[in-house]
C-alpha cells in the first residue's frame, strides 16, 4: 500500500457545524502533515505529527483541532469555521529520515466549502 | 525561514523542451523537490535533489546548485497532459515548504 486515503474527498458545512476530516496510510511513515490550499496558492504547512506526537502548529486557529489516534491514522476536527475557511485540506505522510528522498505522500484531498 | 522563488506562469508547445526555475533561501537545507499539481488534485512527487547536479528521470530532469540556491526542472517531449502547476519545495530541518508553483500550459 503506497497511498495515503483522505476522507471525504468533499465535505459543505456550515459555520456552526462540527465535522471531521480523517487521513490514514499504512506504509509504515512515522511523520504525517496537514495543508491547507486555496485556489492557485501553494500548500501551506498547518500541523506535523512525529511519532503520533504534536510538533509543529503554524499558528493554526484554535477551531481547527488535529488529532493523531495511532501511527496510520490523522484527523483533523473542524469547529465554527468560517467561510475563508473554505480550502483543499491535504493530508501527507513521511519518513522522518528524509535522506532517501521519497519526500511526502500527499492524499488526494478533501475541497472543503464553509457556507 | 523559507524563502522560494518561481515563475508564475510558462507556456510551451506540444513536443517542446521547458525549464522551470526555482531559487530558495532556506535556513537549514535537506532537498530540493518538485511536485506536479493538476487543478483540484493533490500534488505528485517528480524529482529530488539534495546535492549538485542533474537528476534524470525519464521525459524529467532536476538540476540543483547549492551554492547559488537554484534548482531548475527541465520537462522533454512535452504533451498535453503536462499542463499544470510545477511545485519546487524546499526541505527544512524538518517540513517542506513550497513555493508559489509554475502554472505550465503546453499547447498542441
Known amino acids: 500500500d503506497t497511498e495515503v486515503t483522505q476522507t471525504p474527498k468533499h465535505l459543505v458545512m456550515g459555520m456552526t457545524n462540527k465535522k471531521s476530516l480523517k487521513c490514514e496510510q499504512h506504509m509504515g511513515h512515522r511523520a504525517m502533515y496537514w495543508y491547507k490550499q486555496k485556489a492557485k496558492k501553494p500548500p501551506e504547512l498547518m500541523f506535523v505529527y512525529s511519532y503520533e506526537k504534536l510538533s509543529i502548529n503554524e499558528s493554526v486557529p484554535s477551531r481547527f483541532s488535529p488529532e493523531c489516534p495511532n501511527s496510520s491514522l490523522l484527523n483533523l476536527h473542524l469547529h465554527a469555521l468560517q467561510p475563508e475557511d473554505s480550502a483543499l485540506y491535504l493530508c501527507a505522510s513521511s519518513q522522518l529520515n528524509q535522506g532517501q528522498g521519497i519526500g511526502y505522500t500527499f492524499g488526494s484531498g478533501t475541497r472543503l466549502t464553509v457556507v | ?108
Open chain 2, 1 to 108: 525561514g523559507q524563502n522560494i522563488d518561481q515563475p508564475t506562469e510558462m507556456t510551451a508547445t506540444e513536443g517542446a523542451i521547458v525549464q522551470i526555475n526555482c531559487t530558495y533561501q532556506t535556513s537549514g537545507f535537506n532537498g530540493l523537490f518538485w511536485y506536479q499539481q493538476h487543478a483540484g488534485e493533490a500534488p505528485t512527487f517528480l524529482s529530488y535533489n539534495v546535492l549538485d547536479g542533474l537528476e534524470e528521470k525519464g521525459r524529467f530532469s532536476s538540476f540543483l546548485s547549492r551554492s547559488k540556491g537554484y534548482s531548475y526542472l527541465l520537462l522533454k517531449e512535452l504533451q498535453m497532459k503536462d499542463s499544470a502547476s510545477y511545485l519546487c519545495a524546499s526541505l527544512g530541518y524538518s517540513t517542506l515548504t513550497f513555493g508559489k508553483g509554475t502554472m505550465l500550459l503546453v499547447s498542441p
